[in-house]
């Protein structure tokens, strides 16, 4: 009787780790599934039925192999329907509760490419500009072995040059109005913290011109000195050159130094 109720208690076990293990492949079976087909969504442009998909993932199977991906893509249908800051909230989630997870880099990439979506044109806030170049940085900062390095690094050149562009359209506007000193803060702003810009040497022509307005002739020549040290193969160099003879600058010499 004895050995019969251990028999019992063996199979009654046998038959709760079977249905256990059966019930697990049924879970992780379930999780693949539904992400597949919300990649099926996500790749035929149905964002709205693909997004519910993840979710699903998401929030039924937070344990599974699948949960870190579907949070990815999740983002990613937010993310091509251009709505920004849903996006970037969305990948904010993929390291921060998969933060061992593959795809936690590219999150964090792609929330610098939410805030710089948002400032398409030169005209928008200098803010969102700003926070992407300081997310992009981010990234490279926590993952600098990454692959995707050298297109933050462009994205950043790329963002930079814009805030340049802003501040020399005020520059320019302000020497327009015959605001000269405002003018030179601007120059001086991108010369001094966007010298790797497009706009630079720009800027340092600018700034001669506008010295040269306020009859400030020796501080012009020292700002065009600059130029041909800071510029050498600029190509508003013959422009320069035409500014050189007009405050007797010696242009030979700047060539011969430089």
Not at 197 to 216: F, P, T, W
Request: glycine share 2%; net charge negative.
């Amino acid at each position: 009787m004895k050995q019969l109720s251990v028999k019992l208690l063996i199979l009654g076990l046998t038959v709760v780790l079977a249905s256990c293990s059966s019930t697990q492949e049924l879970v992780v079976l379930s999780a693949g599934q539904t992400f597949r087909d919300g990649m099926e969504l996500f790749h035929d442009k149905d964002f709205a039925k693909a997004r519910d998909k993840f979710d699903i993932v998401v929030k039924q199977y937070p344990a599974s192999a699948y949960a870190d991906s579907a949070q990815f893509y999740l983002a990613e249908t937010y993310y091509d329907q251009e709505e920004y800051v849903t996006a970037a909230f969305e990948y904010g989630n993929v390291y921060k509760n998969y933060p061992s997870s593959r795809l936690a880099p590219d999150a964090r990439f792609m929330i610098a490419k939410c805030y710089a979506s948002q400032t398409p044109r030169v005209q928008l806030d200098q803010e969102g500009t700003s926070n992407a170049i300081e997310s992009f940085q981010t990234f490279i900062d926590y993952y600098p072995q990454s692959a995707l390095v050298p297109e933050a690094e462009k994205e950043i050149m790329e963002l930079r040059n814009r805030l340049a562009e802003k501040y020399y359209e005020t520059a320019e506007l302000y020497t327009t109005m015959g605001y000269y000193k405002a003018a030179i803060v601007y120059y001086d702003l991108i010369l001094d913290q966007y010298h790797d810009s497009n706009y630079a040497d720009k800027a340092a022509i600018g700034k001669v011109k506008v010295l040269m307005k306020r009859h400030k002739d020796k501080d012009a020549r020292a700002a065009l000195e600059k130029f041909y040290s800071s510029f050498p193969n600029s190509e508003l160099k013959e422009q320069a050159d035409q500014l050189a003879h007009a405050l007797d600058v010696d242009i030979a010499r700047q060539t011969e130094v430089n």
